[in-house]
């Protein structure tokens, strides 16, 4: 009965915005840590970016720090996702997910929603 689901994703220039958006449902979404993942062809699944539940700090991986930006609307049961100055290598499947840890050992998974960066 929980159920995240992504939107927001598309081919987008080097360069160029996207935003993200995740909408969850079945749990106690303000006690949940909402995570960030990434999956490139031929890729390990990686983690991008999360926000706690306890204190709302947010957490980025290395090679997106200052591009993009996470948030979350609690009344809303949403996390998004800012994407700026998006290059190739960002092109993958991003995920987002609701777990009780920052990096790993999340409990729930959204279906995931394709982005392209083209050069």
């Known amino acids: 009965q929980v159920t995240l689901v992504e939107s927001g994703g598309g081919l987008v220039q080097a360069g160029g915005s996207l935003r993200l958006s995740c909408v969850a449902s079945?749990?106690?979404?303000?006690?949940?840590?909402m995570g960030w993942f990434r999956q490139a062809p031929g890729k390990e699944r990686e983690f991008v970016a999360a926000i706690t539940w306890w204190d709302g700090v947010k957490y980025y991986a290395d090679s997106v720090k200052g591009r993009f930006t996470a948030s979350r609307d609690n009344a809303k049961n949403s996390v998004y996702l800012q994407m700026n100055s998006l290059k190739p290598e960002d092109t993958a499947v991003y995920y987002c997910?609701?777990?009780?840890?920052?990096?790993?050992?999340?409990?729930?998974w959204g279906q995931g929603t394709q982005v392209t960066v083209s050069s």
């Open positions: 079945g749990l106690a979404f303000g006690r949940y840590t």
């Open positions: 997910a609701a777990g009780r840890n920052i990096y790993n050992n999340y409990d729930y």
